[in-house]
C-alpha cells in the first residue's frame, strides 16, 4: 500500500498523508480504550515517503543537479529532528499536536498567500 500511495504523490495526484490517515480512519483502527489511535499512520506515511525520494530523487543525482553540501545539511537536520520528534510526539497529547498542526498549516498558507500576493503586484 505504502509503494502505491508514494507513487500516487510522486505522479502529483494528491498529499500521500491524506490518505493515509483516511485509510487508517476508515479502518477504524481502536486503541484499548475504544478511542482511534492514528498513531500507527506514521509507519505508513514514513515508509511512502522513503519510497516516494528513492524514486523521485534518481534523475537528479544523475543530472548532478542538487546542492551537495545543501543534502548533507538537510540529512543532518532530518535525523535531529525525527529524534526530537520523537521524543516530543510520544510524550504530547494528540489533542494538542493536533492544534499545533492546525496552527502550522494555517500560518503556512497565509504566509504563502501572502507571498503570492506580493508577486502578483
Same mark, same amino acid.
Given at each position: 500500500m505504502s509503494l502505491l500511495l508514494s507513487l500516487q504523490l510522486l505522479l502529483g495526484a494528491g498529499a500521500v498523508y491524506f490518505v493515509v490517515m483516511l485509510c487508517i480512519d476508515l479502518l477504524k483502527n481502536k486503541n484499548n480504550l475504544g478511542k482511534e489511535n492514528p498513531i500507527v499512520a506514521f509507519p505508513i506515511m514514513m515508509a511512502s515517503c522513503a519510497g516516494l525520494m528513492a524514486i523521485g530523487s534518481q534523475s537528479f543525482i544523475k543530472e548532478g543537479k542538487y546542492t551537495r553540501i545543501g543534502s548533507i545539511m538537510i540529512t543532518i537536520g532530518g535525523l535531529l529532528g525525527v529524534w526530537v520528534a520523537f521524543k516530543f510526539v510520544t510524550n504530547l497529547n494528540l489533542e494538542i499536536l493536533t492544534w499545533v498542526i492546525i496552527v502550522v498549516v494555517? !500560518?503556512?498558507? !497565509?504566509?504563502?498567500?501572502?507571498?503570492?500576493?506580493k508577486k502578483a503586484a
Open positions: 494555517i !500560518f503556512t498558507g !497565509f504566509s504563502m498567500l501572502n507571498k503570492g500576493y
